[in-house]
């Protein structure tokens, strides 16, 4: 209770006692958020007894980070059952996330550039400076979607993307933050040739046809992954048969001996995307750490088994 005898305060007073300035009082109270009980004769603002708490309230709300629009609301609720400060807490963390996650990449950056050699600091800066924080994977969804069929089915193309696009660790480590920066560079950079490069089997099977080629690579890259982390050579037997069948079953041909030999000659090595997956593995692999299985490298694994073993029924 204030100790005038209509207890109410003076602007003074309140802001004395809720260890704020004048100047803020009268800021929340310009905004609606602290209402004045009456004004004295002299054009004075009165607050009473209810004001002390609403501004300790307030200056709450704002030091979690929460925006004057945002506090209005929640003085506005009344009894809380329509989960207005929660709604605003968890917004503020999302933002909050999002600023560590900034910073995180930001420090291993600086890192990055500290810890360099000099010769190599100008085209260090070139490479993270042309990257956000946190950075943004619409480049490499981009070049993805320039690769694929054009009117391949919305679902597929999704779910390829899912697998493609690495997702940019919250904690990167300065290497993780270079590899990403260079997969950035690389996807870009134009292509060489054409701005659209289509590869063979993408004509071959047709927008439909490749929906039914990546869901089959899927499963094939699945079981390939398996054989990579065992530290398997590549060989034929049911990761390569599955391989086989996604192409057979998108070209809607028979798998035959002829059949293995021509794939052999399609599945050309593309050092561009070679090197797209080089660079995944290393922004997903923590320092230290024992690098997943790509798409890439199950690719690969797997042209190498379907080359060995065309080799070996020719001979």
């Not at 085209?123 to 979607?145: C, H, I």
């Not at 993780?176 to 950079?189: E, G």
Request: hydrophobic share 40%; aromatic share 6%; glycine share 10%.
């Amino acid at each position: 209770m204030f100790m005038s005898r209509d207890g109410l305060c003076g602007i003074g007073e309140l802001a004395e006692r809720a260890g704020v300035t004048v100047k803020t009082v009268r800021f929340y109270s310009d905004r609606g958020l602290l209402p004045e009980a009456s004004r004295s004769v002299g054009g004075h603002r009165r607050y009473g007894p209810e004001a002390l708490g609403r501004l300790r309230l307030i200056r709450s709300l704002r030091a979690l980070g929460l925006a004057v629009s945002e506090v209005r609301r929640v003085l506005d609720e009344e009894d809380g059952a329509s989960g207005v400060l929660e709604d605003a807490v968890a917004g503020r963390l999302r933002e909050v996330g999002s600023e560590l996650r900034a910073l995180r990449w930001r420090e291993a950056a600086l890192r990055l550039v500290q810890e360099c050699p000099p010769g190599e600091r100008a085209d260090r800066l070139r490479l993270v400076g042309s990257v956000a924080a946190p950075p943004s994977t619409e480049p490499l969804v981009r070049f993805w979607r320039g690769w694929l069929p054009p009117r391949m089915p919305a679902r597929a193309t999704a779910a390829f993307l899912e697998v493609a696009v690495p997702r940019p660790p919250d904690d990167p480590a300065p290497a993780q933050v270079l590899a990403f920066a260079r997969l950035n560079a690389l996807t870009l950079a134009p292509c060489p040739g054409t701005a659209q490069p289509q590869p063979e089997a993408h004509r071959t099977a047709g927008a439909r046809g490749a929906a039914v080629l990546y869901a089959g690579l899927a499963e094939a890259y699945e079981l390939a992954g398996a054989r990579l982390r065992g530290g398997v050579e590549p060989h034929a037997g049911d990761a390569l048969d599955c391989f086989v069948s996604a192409y057979t079953d998108a070209y809607g041909v028979r798998d035959t001996p002829d059949f293995r030999r021509v794939l052999v000659r399609q599945l050309a090595d593309d050092p561009r995307l070679d090197r797209y997956w080089e660079l995944v593995a290393e922004v997903a692999t923590p320092p230290g750490g024992r690098p997943e299985p790509t798409p890439g490298a199950a690719h690969d694994w797997l042209c190498a088994a379907l080359q060995a073993q065309t080799v070996a029924t020719a001979a």
